[in-house]
């Protein structure tokens, strides 16, 4: 596999990364025995950067994500959000970073079908206590492309409009970090195209940073670095690799 430059810790001196996985392991226990999903990942991700993650299945690219997010728990290790320990915080505290500096586009779009497109969006404001100003809803339907859709429901749209809600209901609170979890895993290329654009989007204009697990090279091009997990552990990485140079590099991983 072509890798970059160390990767561990890949760190930029001066500035903190959005980011900060520090020496992260999770055992999964059950009746069946213990598995160990990830085995000690230590990996900044910068403000501003757009990261696709890949792997064999199994190599714990879920669990990464989950565990970055908070919404699982490492089993040894540290997550830094902005300079915030995720382990130290109560669970309301987790809740409101969580609603305040994360935004969630996963390949289920999680939308409230009894609610509209507008207040699907609206959601997440009120959630954190404040009232939503109805020009702030339509500017980010504007910037996703469904400004005529506000009063539509969820079931009324195709699967890439729905997603695009889920991109506007990520974006209204303006989160430090995006996590994507196959985000363009049910849709068609021009969906898929739509998707990675605004993602892309978010991390060039608005200087947001975007942590992106994918099994699609093409998905993955989008990104300006690819991180390769294998077995629970960074396996390497790839910078502005063509969809064909990624495609090579996971096929190297799954030999
Ligand atoms: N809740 C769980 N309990 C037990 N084992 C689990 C659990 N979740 C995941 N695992 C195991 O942990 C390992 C990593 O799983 P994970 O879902 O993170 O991999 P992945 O790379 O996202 O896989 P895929 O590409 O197939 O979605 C796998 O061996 C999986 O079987």
Redesign the pocket.
């Known amino acids: 596999m072509t890798t970059t430059a160390p990767i561990h810790p890949n760190v930029h001196v001066g500035e903190p990364p959005a980011l900060l996985l520090d020496g992260i392991t999770?055992t999964?226990r059950?009746k069946a025995g213990a598995?160990d999903?990830?085995r000690g990942v230590t990996y900044h991700f910068h403000r501003g950067s757009f990261t696709a993650v890949m792997?064999?299945?199994?190599?714990?690219?879920?669990?990464?994500l989950?565990c970055a997010a908070g919404l699982d728990k490492p089993t040894t290790g540290t997550v830094l959000l902005g300079g915030t320990g995720l382990h130290g915080l109560s669970e309301v505290a987790l809740t409101k970073l969580r609603r305040e500096q994360m935004g969630f586009v996963f390949q289920a779009y999680n939308l409230l079908p009894s609610l509209t497109v507008y207040d699907n969006v609206a959601l997440p404001l009120r959630l954190t206590g404040k009232r939503p100003r109805r020009d702030e809803v339509h500017q980010v339907l504007d910037q996703v492309g469904l400004g005529g859709m506000a009063r539509r429901r969820p079931a009324e749209l195709s699967g890439g409009q729905q997603q695009r809600v889920a991109i506007a209901r990520a974006l209204i609170t303006r989160p430090a970090v995006f996590f994507a979890d196959e985000p363009t895993g049910a849709l068609d290329s021009t969906a898929s195209r739509q998707i990675l654009s605004l993602l892309r989007e978010a991390t060039d204009r608005a200087g947001q940073t975007v942590v992106m697990?994918t099994?699609d090279p093409v998905a993955a091009a989008y990104a300006e670095r690819v991180l390769f997990?294998s077995d629970?552990l960074v396996a390497g990485s790839l910078d502005r690799g063509t969809p064909q140079q990624i495609a090579a590099a996971m096929s190297d991983l799954e030999r």
Do not use: D, I, M, N
């Open positions: 999770k999964y059950s598995v999903a990830l792997g064999p299945s199994g190599s714990g690219k879920s669990t990464l989950q697990v099994h997990l629970g």
